[in-house]
C-alpha cells in the first residue's frame, strides 16, 4: 500500500524554463537535475516545502515522454506513490490482473527504484511506485 504521494510529474518542453516558473509562481527550489536516459527524459525534482514535484523534458520526439507531449501537450504526466517494496506491489496488482507498463522495477531519480501502472488501470493517470532502491 502507499505510503505517501512522492510526487507529481508534469511533462514539459524545457526543463531548465520550467524550473524557472515554478520557482517564481510557487516558490519551489531545485532538488536534483538529471539526465535518465534509458528513459529518455530530463528530469528535474523541486521541493515545496515538503512536497515533490517532477518536471520532464523528453530527449527526443520518440521516447515516452515525447509521444505523450505530441498527443497531449504540457500539464500532468503521472502520481508517483511512495511505497515500501515496488517488487511486492508489482506482484499484489499483478495478482489482480491490473495492467502494468514496468514488470519490473528500474532505477529513476537519486537511484530510486521507480515502476509505472498502465493509466488503463487507474481511470486516465499514468501512477508510478517509488521506494528507496538500496
Ligand atoms: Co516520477
Given at each position: 500500500m502507499a505510503l505517501n504521494v512522492h510526487h507529481l510529474g508534469i511533462a514539459v518542453p524545457d526543463v531548465d524554463a520550467a524550473v524557472l516558473v515554478y520557482s517564481d509562481l510557487f516558490g519551489a527550489t531545485l532538488e536534483h537535475r538529471e539526465s535518465l536516459d534509458d528513459q529518455g527524459v530530463l528530469a528535474a525534482s523541486l521541493l515545496v516545502g515538503p512536497s515533490r514535484i517532477e518536471l520532464l523534458e523528453p530527449l527526443?520526439?520518440?521516447?515516452p515522454v515525447g509521444r505523450f507531449l505530441a498527443k497531449r501537450g504540457p500539464g500532468m504526466h503521472h502520481v508517483a506513490f511512495e511505497v515500501a517494496d515496488v517488487v511486492a506491489e508489482l506482484a499484489r496488482l499483478r495478482a489482480h490482473d491490473v495492467q502494468l507498463i514496468d514488470e519490473e522495477p528500474r532505477r529513476g531519480l537519486f537511484g530510486l527504484q521507480v515502476a509505472f501502472v498502465h493509466p488503463e488501470a487507474t481511470g486516465g493517470v499514468l501512477a508510478e511506485f517509488v521506494a528507496d532502491g538500496s
Open positions: 527526443g520526439e520518440d521516447t
